[in-house]
């Protein structure tokens, strides 16, 4: 009987020796103890798809991954793939009636753009105009500013603009026009 129980407590330990090995080589090395050419083979792998972008907002160098789809500035957070827009300028008014919409307007009230065709009575060319939250045509984006931001308007996931100030005397209006939104309300 002492027999049995001897071969039987040798044989557990010989089948727990054996499920402890098989289990560590199929987990790999552990982590306490690192292989050093694994880890040089990691280092050098891993700086190949790192690099360096500058950021737009805050001018400052980012080391980021260039497989990853968004790359985010280490200093301010903003997206490095996304173009950066604050721009301030005087609007083109569409009339001069007194009935304008202009008339009603107040200084940080929010505006939208949209991206329109300009119907002129000899032309037809492609502009932006600015709304006020009722809908009604405040002004048009001058073309020198269309030409800049157009392309910058269609890689930026929002666009925001406000009324900056209010010109009473010559009845011109400056708009503030940013995808920041620290940049708006701030």
Known sequence: MMWITTIITMLIIFVSILLYYQKKSRHGPSTSQPNSSTHKHYQTNNKENFTFMTCPRCKKYSYVNKNNLIKICNHCGWNLTEPYI??????????????DPITNL????????????????????????????????VGWLPEQIVEELRP?????????????SIYSGSGEIEILVTNDLMKMWG
């Open 86 to 99: 604050n721009t301030t300028f005087k609007l083109l008014k569409p009339s001069n009636n007194a009935d």
């Open 106 to 137: 107040k200084i940080n009230e929010q505006l939208y753009i949209i991206d329109e065709i300009i119907e002129d009575s000899e032309k037809s060319f492609n502009g932006i105009a600015v709304y006020n939250r009722n809908g009604n045509i």
């Open 152 to 164: 910058k308007i269609a890689l930026s996931k929002r666009i925001l603009a406000k009324v900056k």
